[in-house]
T-cell receptor
């Protein structure tokens, strides 16, 4: 079983749709949860960061963590063509002193005008 | 520059040749990471530096891969006797001291082995 499972998509939605991106994980030591966004031929950039179960909102983006189910989600409201990118979930072991992240496979999202 | 800089941006080489990929991290960032991104495979951790030391090199796939960091700054990833399966985008990231989970990535070096 992989440590992290993420549906690679691709996912295609019309502009204005609500998008749900999901990851499951198996390592109970993961205590910090992140979403990175990667535009084509660019490096990933940090989008959302959370360390507790529940929801965290930032503008049109909401990160949700359910530690009991080992499941995290990213919701995008009122999606825009500029949101078209690959979204990677990432995890950090709570006992890590290296900051080494474990990434999901990435979900490619296309938002059509 | 303000961000992580990687060179070359693209490299095409023949099987069996050696290649060197360079990373210049954000000034003041002591932690440096190399990841590999293959088509549809996500980011695969290769090696972590703190200063000039590499306390975690567990992701290097074989002894053909090596990396060094000098002056607590620039890092070079070397792949010897390249194979076709080495074709991928090699991403470098840096972080202030590490352990925070916030990594700043370069745009990557795209390696194609013919």
């Amino acid at each position: 079983q992989k440590e992290v499972e993420q549906d690679p998509g691709p996912l295609s939605v019309p502009e204005g749709a609500i998008v749900s991106l999901n990851c499951t994980y198996s390592n109970s030591a993961f205590q910090y949860f992140m979403w990175y966004r990667q535009y084509s031929r660019k490096g990933p950039e940090l989008l959302m960061y959370t360390y507790s179960s529940g929801n965290k909102e930032d503008g049109r983006f909401t990160a949700q963590v359910d530690k009991s189910s080992k499941y995290i989600s990213l919701f995008i409201r009122d999606s825009q063509p500029s949101d078209s990118a690959t979204y990677l979930c990432a995890f950090l072991d709570g006992s890590s002193n290296t900051g080494k992240l474990i990434f999901g496979q990435g979900t490619t999202l296309q938002v059509k005008p | 520059g303000a961000g992580v800089s990687q060179s070359p941006s693209n490299k095409v080489t023949e099987k069996g040749k050696d290649v060197e990929l360079r990373c210049d991290p954000i000034s003041g960032h002591t932690a440096l990471y190399w990841y590999r991104q293959s088509l549809g495979q996500g980011l695969e951790f290769l090696i972590y530096f703190q200063g000039n030391s590499a306390p975690d090199k567990s992701g290097l796939p074989s002894d053909r891969f090596s990396a060094e960091r000098t002056g607590g700054s620039v890092s070079t990833l070397t792949i010897q006797r390249t194979q076709q399966e080495d074709s991928a985008v090699y991403l470098c990231a840096s972080s202030f001291q590490g352990a925070s989970g916030e990594l700043f990535f370069g745009e990557g070096s795209r390696l194609t082995v013919l």
